[in-house]
């Protein structure tokens, strides 16, 4: 590329939530390529950063899936109306258990006791000859790890030190299926995609239904957040990730949950 071609790129800077990396990294591959006047820089972070950057001024667009931290809440609250923000997928993490264990639901409550090392037997939970609770987790540098925090922990309690940690999906689901006595939670997709065992959460079991009409209780929705003013090439690229024939096409192909 020479330095005038260089100089001449429209440039888009995309920051935020770890879960939402993936599809925009993918849609932004196909988009550049459909507009090759465009370049997308993405740094992968959390949702705060992406919310802070847009704030800041330091993003065009932030990649969220949670709701905004109080702190930034009380610092915009007067100018919450200048941004908004744009659906392009629905996610959700699936609780795993071996493919023959007896017990196929559990409460929210249930998952912050087991995680929490609070319960250690499954005859807890009705299964009497179970044994001992083996834990798998996400790694905690994983959005997923946050994300179960955030949905099932709370604050004020955090995920024993007695769960195994792994920092690969395929390596979650192989250890589950190595280990009757398992129990694990990972990204929805990753399980459903390899035919993973899930458990019912307080009755409703994930699916792309369940989910994106939020009647599961581990549901996400990942969204982009930007000024509600944005310039054109900000609202063209919110447009592609939108489309059915571009964005959404790309996130079905993906084998996540489209919007609509």
């Given at each position: 590329?020479?330095?005038?071609?260089?100089?001449?790129?429209?440039?888009?800077?995309?920051?935020?939530?770890?879960?939402?990396?993936?599809?925009?990294?993918?849609?932004?591959?196909?988009?550049?390529?459909?507009?090759?006047?465009?370049?997308?820089?993405?740094?992968?972070?959390?949702?705060?950063?992406?919310?802070?950057?847009?704030?800041?001024?330091?993003?065009?667009?932030?990649?969220?899936?949670?709701?905004?931290?109080?702190?930034?809440?009380?610092?915009?609250?007067?100018?919450?109306?200048?941004?908004?923000?744009?659906?392009?997928?629905?996610?959700?993490?699936?609780?795993?258990?071996?493919?023959?264990?007896?017990?196929?639901?559990?409460?929210?409550?249930?998952?912050?006791?087991?995680?929490?090392?609070?319960?250690?037997?499954?005859?807890?939970?009705?299964?009497?000859?179970?044994?001992?609770?083996?834990?798998?987790?996400?790694?905690?540098?994983?959005?997923?790890?946050?994300?179960?925090?955030?949905?099932?922990?709370?604050?004020?309690?955090?995920?024993?030190?007695?769960?195994?940690?792994?920092?690969?999906?395929?390596?979650?689901?192989?250890?589950?299926?190595?280990?009757?006595?398992?129990?694990?939670?990972?990204?929805?997709?990753?399980?459903?995609?390899?035919?993973?065992?899930?458990?019912?959460?307080?009755?409703?079991?994930?699916?792309?239904?369940?989910?994106?009409?939020?009647?599961?209780?581990?549901?996400?929705?990942?969204?982009?957040?930007?000024?509600?003013?944005?310039?054109?090439?900000?609202q063209r690229f919110l447009d592609y990730c939108t489309s059915p024939k571009?964005?959404?096409?790309?996130?079905?192909?993906?084998?996540?949950?489209?919007?609509?």
């Open positions: 590329m020479t330095d005038a071609q260089s100089s001449s790129l429209k440039r888009l800077q995309i920051r935020g939530s770890e879960s939402v990396t993936p599809l925009i990294q993918k849609i932004g591959y196909q988009y550049m390529t459909d507009f090759p006047s465009m370049e997308l820089i993405l740094s992968k972070a959390t949702s705060a950063h992406g919310y802070k950057s847009v704030f800041h001024g330091t993003a065009d667009i932030g990649m969220v899936s949670s709701d905004m931290p109080d702190e930034l809440l009380r610092q915009i609250q007067d100018k919450n109306g200048e941004y908004k923000y744009t659906l392009v997928a629905h996610d959700a993490l699936a609780v795993i258990v071996h493919p023959s264990h007896p017990i196929k639901t559990l409460k929210l409550q249930d998952l912050k006791r087991i995680f929490s090392g609070r319960a250690k037997d499954w005859k807890e939970f009705g299964w009497d000859d179970g044994g001992k609770i083996e834990l798998y987790s996400p790694h905690p540098t994983q959005q997923s790890f946050a994300t179960w925090r955030r949905l099932v922990m709370g604050e004020n309690h955090h995920v024993t030190i007695e769960s195994k940690t792994l920092s690969d999906n395929k390596e979650i689901i192989q250890a589950v299926k190595n280990n009757r006595q398992s129990i694990a939670y990972l990204n929805w997709v990753a399980a459903h995609t390899a035919g993973a065992t899930a458990l019912r959460i307080d009755d409703s079991y994930p699916t792309s239904e369940t989910i994106s009409k939020k009647q599961y209780l581990l549901s996400q929705e990942l969204q982009l957040f930007s000024k509600r003013n944005a310039s054109d090439h900000v571009t964005g959404q096409a790309i996130i079905r192909d993906m084998g996540w949950i489209a919007v609509g």
